[in-house]
């Protein structure tokens, strides 16, 4: 495996000139309606796919799919030239889709290596020079690329154990053992994805009424004496309120009426 990726993970993507960074609690700030806004924000993932033509960024190697496009800076695709050269093409107008000379055809080696194959039926390679071509008829070990996912980065290790890049010429390399600025690259899909059926629903609505408002419980109690308390009025009006639509309000009045109950005792 290449020395990059088994820095990797034995730790972090080291990059240049990183500073070690402190952890950061995560705010919870709470919405009108009682909810968090602790969940995926699904909005920016639509703007970026609408961004770049509908080509949404791959985030796991499982996702990798047939048909992709690689970019480096924003809305710049590395390109195909019929010379079997690889080099960064134009930048694409907002909204607008990898050109087709920018697409290529992916080829999962194993559950860390690919390869990739241009428009022209040839495989990438890496060179002696450390250039990247796409002349290769067959795929061989110098064919082979392993993505590294990251902390919501991504960079590419070639058989040079190399990251992938791009020279001031604007030519495909794989010059540097170390991931900086211009080794950070995403790599997009146009493949139809399969919609979570729960992606619209908040985390706390769902389930059970009984396993909602367990939930809802748990995100604002402070559990300084390590008791869940849950209401223990009937769970006919969670019902109701689940089935029209205000489930967050009739939870916070339960919650705030077993609050005054016990201030009263």
Not at 158 to 169: I, P
Request: aromatic fraction near 8%.
């Amino acid at each position: 495996m290449a020395d990059s990726y088994s820095m990797v993970k034995g730790g972090k993507l080291k990059l240049k000139g990183q500073k070690q960074k402190s952890k950061k609690h995560k705010s919870h700030k709470r919405k009108h309606d009682g909810s968090l806004t602790d969940a995926p924000d699904k909005t920016k993932e639509r703007e970026d796919t609408s961004k770049h033509g509908g080509w949404w960024e791959i985030k796991k190697f499982a996702d990798i799919a047939a048909n992709v496009a690689i970019e480096f800076e924003d809305n710049t695709y590395i390109t195909a030239l019929d010379n079997g050269g690889l080099a960064l093409g134009p930048t694409r107008k907002v909204g607008e889709a990898p050109d087709p000379a920018e697409i290529f055809t992916t080829i999962k080696v194993n559950e860390t290596k690919i390869a990739f194959k241009s428009g022209y039926g040839k495989y990438w390679g890496v060179e002696a020079d450390g250039k990247v071509v796409g002349v290769a008829e067959a795929m061989g070990s110098r064919e082979q690329f392993e993505p590294v996912f990251q902390d919501g980065k991504l960079a590419i290790s070639g058989c040079n154990n190399c990251f992938l890049s791009y020279d001031e010429e604007g030519r495909i390399v794989c010059l540097s053992r170390t991931a900086g600025p211009k080794e950070m690259l995403r790599i997009r899909s146009s493949a139809a994805r399969e919609r979570d059926p729960l992606e619209d629903i908040p985390k706390e609505d769902q389930g059970s009424v009984k396993e909602a408002e367990i939930n809802y419980v748990k995100k604002f109690q402070s559990f300084q004496d390590r008791r869940l308390r849950v209401s223990e009025a009937d769970k006919k009006d969670l019902k109701k309120a689940k089935r029209e639509g205000d489930l967050h309000e009739v939870m916070l009045d339960r919650r705030e009426k077993m609050k005054a109950d016990r201030y009263c005792k």
